[in-house]
């Protein structure tokens, strides 16, 4: 008996932002992620923009201006 070997491609895509004092030229943030065969990688990015923004907000980097603009 005879079974073909098959494979499988997958495509994963990572992503890195760094924060960087302009000045002292000191890494200050960083923030990783992957992701695999996303079924859009646009809608990825969106995501991943809005997570990223999320979180520097929390960890006190930059301000929410879209609480503000919202009032």
Do not use: C
């Not at 760094?18 to 695999?36: C, F, G």
């Not at 079924?39 to 503000?68: C, P, Q, W």
């Amino acid at each position: 008996m005879y079974a073909p070997g098959y494979y499988d491609q997958q495509q994963v895509y990572y992503l890195e932002t760094n924060l960087y004092d302009a000045r002292t030229e000191e890494l200050i943030w960083a923030a990783q992620s992957e992701t695999y065969d996303p079924s859009s990688i646009d809608n990825f990015l969106k995501g991943y923009v809005k997570s990223i923004h999320e979180r520097m907000v929390k960890d006190g980097l930059i301000a929410d201006n879209r609480t503000n603009a919202s009032r």
